[in-house]
């Protein structure tokens, strides 16, 4: 599966912004999806994940209540909704993918990658 992120940007301290992940291929459905993001001098570190049907979702203690992922198994696409944005989110955000359910919160755990996109918030 090839994954392309948009959707980022510059936004003020309390905004919100919509992550979008297209995946190419026919068996979208079949792989579950994740959100990290990796700050300047950091590690990349997990975000997010969904499971396959979309009925389960796990997120990182620093975003419960402020974003939320999503998908679209018709549309091929995983979404990641982030409002309260806070000067802390900004990093380089990259979707995953999967297809065995391993180590979730460990990037090794993910076999697929997209290209990443720029998150920076302002205060």
């Known amino acids: 599966v090839q994954l392309q992120a948009s959707g980022g940007g510059l936004v003020q301290a309390g905004g919100s912004l919509r992550l979008s992940c297209a995946a190419s291929?026919?068996?979208?459905?079949?792989?579950?999806m994740g959100w990290f993001r990796q700050a300047p001098g950091k590690e990349r570190e997990f975000v997010a994940r969904i499971s396959t049907s979309g009925g389960s979702t796990r997120y990182v203690d620093s975003v419960k209540g402020r974003f939320t992922i999503s998908r679209d198994n018709v549309k091929n696409t995983v979404y990641l909704q982030m409002n309260s944005l806070k000067s802390e989110d900004t990093a380089i955000y990259y979707c995953a993918a999967r297809t065995t359910i391993l180590k979730t919160a460990d990037p090794v755990g993910w076999g697929y990658w997209g290209q990443g996109t720029q998150v920076t918030v302002s205060s």
């Open positions: 291929g026919r068996t979208f459905s079949s792989y579950d």
